[in-house]
């Protein structure tokens, strides 16, 4: 009996052919990617360069007393279609913008404090992969002024804190794994009030840091922009510090309005510390005070939530700088400038069209990566039209002599 060889049905045959493509495809993706983080490394700084005696400095622990332990995510997903398919959606932070934002915060904090603050970054994958990702050798392994990025502590989520009412389409009807992040901060936050370790500060990772005045609290504390006056967005939850009475307060707001069937805030953390900031105008409690300077290092003070504009009027703060709008660069590029000449130093027209030195400056995913990322040292901060704010926001990041 003569063999005959089987002929595949044309849809078997299709199948293969369709699986080969989408192979090939995910290849190419994913070399791309690779080539460009390849690419974007060559273009930042040279870990090379000439280190000072500041440069030493700058790489000496904080102590307790000079700066808190910051807190944050850095939660990115490579844009390439097998994680689109994963996740069915793209991400906000791939892997490679995630590194460069974390050096940026890093840098600025460090900067800012004049010492290697600790900040713990928990992220959506193993520690030591983390780390790999992150801070990788080369230059990624510096930070701006080419210090090393020792104070940098890797967690994983814990990824039962996504499972919170902004990850329930049931209770709230825009509810997305993001959103759910986004309120996973709290949680996230109260790991280190039940360790019993010193009260951290929350940062978000597109957020930077120009002055430690903006984290010189040690009391529970929020960035108000309507002082209570206006419950929607008077505040962000880009930068916050809250103790263990202030943060079930929080908790027991949400139960309130879940059990009540009434509407949650859009943006979850935010739009809570909004509601107990307008309830403190309205019935006079005390949830909300203003920061005195004797308040700082006050025990009875440990049950409040203070507006740290309150105590630093002629301050900006988080969305300040962009007249509190998205931090577009075209809303920065006219309002940033030097600070009556002192190196490294930053100021911008406030709300009210008053000069005010930037203590720190926030921005979202997009608007970050258009005024941070899509530029090398070479042209960074070129978006700012004043010469003298250039040159502030180029000592600050990228000239580690200078002692500031």
């Not at 009391?219 to 108000?224: E, I, L």
């Not at 059990?259 to 409690?285: C, H, V, W």
């Not at 000449?341 to 027209?349: A, T």
Request: net charge neutral.
């Amino acid at each position: 009996m003569k063999f005959q060889k089987r002929r595949r049905p044309f849809f078997e045959k299709f199948s293969l052919v369709l699986f080969a493509v989408i192979i090939f495809i995910i290849i190419i993706c994913n070399v791309k990617q690779m080539y460009q983080q390849l690419s974007s490394s060559v273009v930042e700084m040279d870990p090379g360069f000439i280190r000072s005696s500041y440069t030493q400095v700058l790489e000496t622990p904080c102590t307790k007393d000079e700066a808190p332990i910051f807190v944050t995510f850095a939660v990115s997903v490579d844009n390439s279609i097998w994680d689109r398919i994963k996740l069915k959606r793209r991400g906000r932070w791939s892997s490679d913008d995630g590194a460069r934002a974390l050096r940026i915060l890093y840098s600025s904090l460090v900067r800012s404090h004049g010492c290697s603050v600790q900040l713990h970054v928990h992220s959506n994958m193993p520690p030591e992969i983390a780390r790999n990702v992150y801070i990788r050798n080369g230059p990624r392994g510096y930070s701006t002024m080419g210090t090393q990025m020792n104070g940098i502590v890797f967690h994983e989520v814990n990824k039962t804190y996504w499972n919170n009412p902004y990850n329930d389409m049931k209770i709230v009807p825009h509810a997305s794994k993001w959103f759910a992040l986004s309120r996973a901060k709290l949680d996230t936050f109260e790991e280190y009030l039940i360790d019993g370790g010193p009260q951290p500060v929350w940062i978000d990772l597109d957020t930077v840091v120009f002055d430690r005045l903006a984290v010189n609290s040690t009391v529970p504390w929020v960035f108000g922009y309507q002082h209570g006056n206006k419950t929607r967005n008077d505040a962000y939850g880009d930068m916050f510090s809250l103790d263990t009475e202030t943060l079930q307060e929080v908790r027991r707001l949400e139960n309130e309005l879940i059990n009540e069937n009434k509407t949650l805030p859009t943006y979850d953390l935010q739009g809570y510390f909004s509601i107990l900031m307008e309830r403190q105008q309205k019935e006079a409690s005390s949830y909300l005070h203003p920061v005195s300077p004797s308040s700082f290092n006050n025990s009875h003070a440990a049950s409040l939530l203070h507006v740290v504009q309150e105590d630093s009027p002629n301050f900006a703060f988080g969305f300040d700088c962009s007249a509190d709008l998205h931090p577009e660069p075209r809303y920065l590029k006219d309002r940033v400038r030097r600070w009556n000449g002192e190196k490294g130093r930053l100021m911008c027209k406030n709300l009210r069209g008053e000069d005010t030195k930037v203590a720190s400056m926030s921005f979202t995913a997009p608007t970050y990566k258009s005024f941070f990322l899509e530029s090398n040292e070479d042209t960074a901060f070129d978006v700012i039209v004043d010469e003298g704010g250039r040159n502030a926001l180029n000592e600050f990041f990228y000239k580690s002599s200078i002692a500031i």
